[in-house]
């Protein structure tokens, strides 16, 4: 922009230089001296030329820095996720925050610094142990408007949870993994549910970071009252007013994984981008983690039906009395039967199907344990009756997976 307007200045003095130049070639001062009106005429065109330029490059300079202006409050947008203007007026509220907890602060609605990072979730709320309040951010497009302050008792002992019993409420960032509503507490624990209150929000701790330092403990959560008690500390975990808690739960109810920022004398703003990067980070880790969990369980569950229907298999052959369908269940090379070879064992397994004219079998509660790649053990209790005997014992399958297929090399009765 700058330089054009260099150009156009250059080119109206180069016009000017030219006039004059051209008066002297054609000789003319003496009509000149004679019709003052010609060049008069001549020199009025080029003061109206140089003064419309002097205009033009006024407005010129405003729209460059109008449009200057502008960039540089979409970089700050950009980068910090409020305007400049909301850096001047928009802040975090200030105002003194009554700390009982029967009492909640909700004015109107504070946008803070924090910038969306996605859509995986729509609130987060903050604990500051130190004044003793749970902030509620919920998400607005690209921002976390600052809804409302509850008060919160915290651990009766500062800083960081290191162990079982030390009465502190850890720090760090967390996520409500579960709630529990009055019913399902007092199933557990009875008329002692009461100091829960309503409702009850269990945190991920101890969290990974918090195996990885060997801190221990357990039953973080976020939970109510006594009704009509106002508790000054816990012994870890965070309280909220009956009232008050009815309140968050209403506004997170059908949200899963919310983060729990806990912290000590930080204020609402401490480290946001850092935090929020850390949020959606271990917030990434636990769904990663609860995915391979249920991943886990469900291959644990079909391998628990494949050894289920095993047992029956096994069950419905020996019951067959034919070796021929019978033994294949068993490992030939690896069959370990005290007193016995393979051939042994066969031929003896043969011998006692052709006293018999039946065999039932009953397999009951079976159990798979010890499950390992190559290897497994299905307990279960089993009744053996013939025409001429019953018994009813525990038995135990010791299993070997070789060539892809699993087979019998242990069969022994347990206590």
Not at 60 to 82: H, P
Not at 114 to 126: A, C, K, Q, T, W
Not at 189 to 201: D, V
Request: net charge negative.
């Amino acid at each position: 922009m700058e330089s054009m307007i260099r150009r156009m200045l250059l080119r109206a003095k180069r016009f000017e230089n030219h006039v004059r130049t051209t008066i002297d070639k054609w000789r003319i001062r003496s009509a000149y001296e004679q019709s003052p009106l010609l060049i008069r005429r001549v020199f009025l065109a080029l003061g109206a030329f140089i003064v419309l330029s002097g205009i033009f490059v006024s407005v010129a300079l405003f729209l460059f820095s109008t449009v200057g202006e502008r960039q540089v409050d979409a970089n700050r947008v950009e980068k910090n996720g409020v305007s400049s203007h909301d850096d001047r007026e928009e802040q975090v509220d200030d105002t003194p925050v009554d700390t009982s907890l029967d009492s909640s602060q909700e004015g109107g609605i504070t946008r803070t610094g924090f910038r969306s990072m996605g859509e995986d979730f729509s609130y987060i709320l903050v604990a500051d142990k130190n004044d003793r309040v749970l902030h509620v951010l919920q998400r607005d497009g690209l921002f976390w408007n600052h809804t409302r302050t509850f008060p919160v008792a915290s651990g009766s002992r500062p800083g960081m949870k290191m162990y079982e019993g030390d009465l502190r409420t850890p720090q760090g960032i967390y996520f409500i993994i579960q709630k529990k509503s009055d019913e399902e507490l007092y199933k557990r624990y009875g008329s002692s549910a009461e100091i829960y209150g309503p409702y009850s929000f269990v945190l991920n701790y101890p969290n990974r970071h918090d195996i990885a330092a060997g801190r221990t403990g357990s039953g973080i959560w976020i939970h109510g009252t006594t009704p009509d008690e106002v508790p000054v500390s816990t012994r870890g975990c965070l309280a909220v007013h009956n009232d008050n808690l009815k309140k968050l739960y209403d506004k997170i109810y059908g949200h899963e994984l919310i983060p729990v920022l806990i912290h000590e004398n930080g204020g609402l703003n401490f480290e946001e981008s850092v935090d929020l990067e850390n949020i959606m980070a271990e917030r990434t880790y636990l769904v990663q983690e609860r995915e391979n969990a249920i991943a886990q369980q469900e291959r644990k569950d079909s391998l628990h039906t494949f050894f289920v229907s095993y047992v029956d298999s096994w069950k419905e052959a020996w019951e067959s009395m034919d070796t021929a369908v019978y033994a294949p269940f068993y490992d030939a090379k690896n069959l370990d039967v005290p007193g016995h070879t393979w051939e042994s064992w066969i031929a003896h397994k043969q011998s006692t199907f052709e006293r018999y004219d039946r065999i039932e079998i009953q397999v009951d509660s079976p159990e798979v344990k010890n499950m390992t790649d190559t290897t497994v053990s299905l307990v279960f209790n089993q009744t053996y009756e013939s025409e001429v005997f019953r018994s009813v014992s525990r038995k135990r399958l010791d299993l070997l997976k070789r060539d892809g297929s699993w087979r019998i090399v242990s069969e022994v009765s347990v206590q």
